[in-house]
């Protein structure tokens, strides 16, 4: 099966498990003493962002690039040390 086939599959509980996410949030809030308008305000505000992040065109890195951060070493004398940290 393919991984596009299985999300497919899972989207509906996937909306469900995001629907009582928001529906337990905004009864949070509502028990925290937030009006009505100020939820909606908030989760509007909030889905903005959202909107505004998917949207973002993502650069695509080099290969050599993500190499290079891949396989860098840090320096001897910044490592730390569990046996160090746990001796005392």
Do not use: Y
Not at 16 to 23: I, M, N, Y
Not at 56 to 85: G, I, Q, Y
């Amino acid at each position: 099966m393919s991984l596009h086939q299985q999300s497919e599959d899972a989207r509906p509980q996937i909306e469900e498990s995001l629907q009582r996410a928001l529906s337990s949030a905004k009864a949070e809030l509502k028990d925290r003493g937030w009006t009505k308008e100020e939820i909606a305000t908030w989760f509007k505000k909030l889905s903005e962002r959202t909107r505004k992040r998917a949207n973002k065109e993502v650069k695509k890195p080099s290969v050599d690039k993500v190499f290079e951060v891949v396989t860098r070493r840090a320096p001897a004398n910044t490592l730390r040390r569990k046996a160090h940290m746990s001796c005392g």
